[in-house]
């Protein structure tokens, strides 16, 4: 069964924009409920640890350096069918290939600097929401 959580990242492109508050609208116009969310910055160090699972990517070293050149937003969503939903909300990793009305393909700059982060599975939501969120962050 599918489970009802995701986590989200609005990245540094998107918040130095200005769009973190669209974003969330859409979001939340989508169904999902922000059960846990703060503004923070990603250390390269940390954003290395985040993507671990790409170490071995050509892109890895400039992805580290983005997600740590400016302030973010983290957050845990709520709604059934939470990462599958999400992903369709947010469009393809590339905005040229995201479809119409996505978050991507409203919002992101390219491949890399794609607006949003969106987990892959319910175990991967856990392991980032944990990587965000301690237990007396996660109250609700
Ligand atoms: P995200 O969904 O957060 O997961 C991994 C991130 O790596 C991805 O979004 C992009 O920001 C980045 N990424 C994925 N593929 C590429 C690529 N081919 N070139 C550059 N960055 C990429």
């Given at each position: 069964m599918a489970g009802n959580r995701t986590f989200t990242m609005i990245k540094p492109?998107?918040?130095e924009a200005g769009?973190?508050?669209?974003i969330l609208k859409m979001i939340e116009e989508a169904g999902f409920k922000i059960v846990a969310m703060k503004a923070t910055r990603l250390t390269p160090e940390l954003a290395g640890k985040f993507y671990e699972v790409h170490?071995?990517?050509p892109f890895y070293a400039d992805?580290?350096?983005y997600m740590s050149s400016g302030?973010?937003?983290a957050a845990i969503l709520e709604k059934n069918n939470a990462v599958e939903d999400f992903r369709t909300l947010i469009g393809a990793t590339n905005p040229a290939n995201a479809a119409e009305g996505t978050i991507r393909k409203i919002f992101a700059k390219s491949i890399e600097a794609n607006a949003v982060h969106g987990s892959d599975s319910d175990?991967?939501?856990a392991i980032?929401?944990?990587f965000y969120f301690s237990q007396l962050e996660r109250v609700i």
């Open positions: 492109d998107a918040f769009n973190s508050g669209a170490k071995e990517r992805l580290c350096k302030p973010i937003i175990e991967n939501a980032e929401g944990n």
